[in-house]
């Protein structure tokens, strides 16, 4: 297993669609996809299914798979030479450093598909729906940008609500079963590795989409205080 990531690490350094730790990239993503089209990202996207499924569906944007795991991110970056699926590319660096990456308002929409729920109150700041990830995505999200979070965690989920409430979010969306509605949306259809195994064992997949306010106030502390006061209660 360690000579096949060590395969694959060495592989994507050489794919055209994979960049790693890049330096040049602020506000040139139009360069790499040689157009002007809309940019969606999705966030921690392991296998990349999200990515490659969106780019299929939604030729007319460009979409990039951003992850550390750079062994995870060669199986979808490899099927998108394989299609040759010329409007997704992967990036692979850490999440908090988007903005390293991104220019002000460049990103119009941004996928949080099964991310880990980091479900112990100590790691709560570590939930790609933590405000101080809201606050990433809000330097690069266009000002009428949407946020997706796709998970079968209803801690996530129900925390992502709270989020919502206490940080002025504006929820466009909202279910707590996606298969249970009688009509769902292509992208909602997409599965990734992460939903087949259902690790949450909750038998439902939960959705939000939102919007970022102006503003993504600081009041932190006080979400602190709310989860450990639930906690012990």
Not at 17 to 27: A, F, S, T
Not at 102 to 116: L, N
Request: hydrophobic share 40%; proline share 5%; glycine share 4%.
């Amino acid at each position: 297993m360690a000579q096949k990531k060590l395969e694959r690490f060495a592989a994507i350094k050489k794919f055209p669609n994979v960049l790693e730790y890049p330096l040049d990239i602020l506000g040139n993503w139009n360069t790499f996809f040689s157009n002007e089209n809309p940019l969606v990202l999705e966030l921690a996207c392991g296998r990349g299914e999200y990515t490659v499924a969106m780019a299929g569906l939604f030729p007319y944007q460009n979409f990039i798979g951003v992850d550390i795991k750079g062994n995870r991110m060669y199986i979808g970056a490899k099927k998108c030479l394989a299609g040759n699926i010329n409007n997704a590319g992967f990036l692979r660096t850490q999440i908090e450093k988007l903005p390293d990456y991104f220019t002000k308002s460049e990103v119009d929409e941004i996928w949080i598909t099964f991310p880990d729920p980091q479900l112990r109150i100590s790691k709560a700041k570590k939930r790609l729906t933590h405000p101080r990830f809201l606050r990433l995505y809000q330097q690069i999200l266009k000002p009428d940008g949407f946020v997706h979070l796709k998970t079968d965690s209803p801690e996530l989920y129900l925390f992502t609500k709270k989020v919502a409430s206490l940080y002025d979010l504006t929820i466009l969306e909202d279910t707590d079963n996606i298969y249970a509605q009688d009509y769902i949306k292509e992208e909602l259809k997409i599965k990734t590795h992460y939903e087949s195994l259902d690790i949450a064992q909750s038998k439902k997949i939960h959705y939000l989409k939102f919007t970022l306010p102006t503003i993504v106030k600081n009041v932190d502390d006080q979400l602190q205080q709310i989860l450990i006061h639930e906690e012990k209660n």
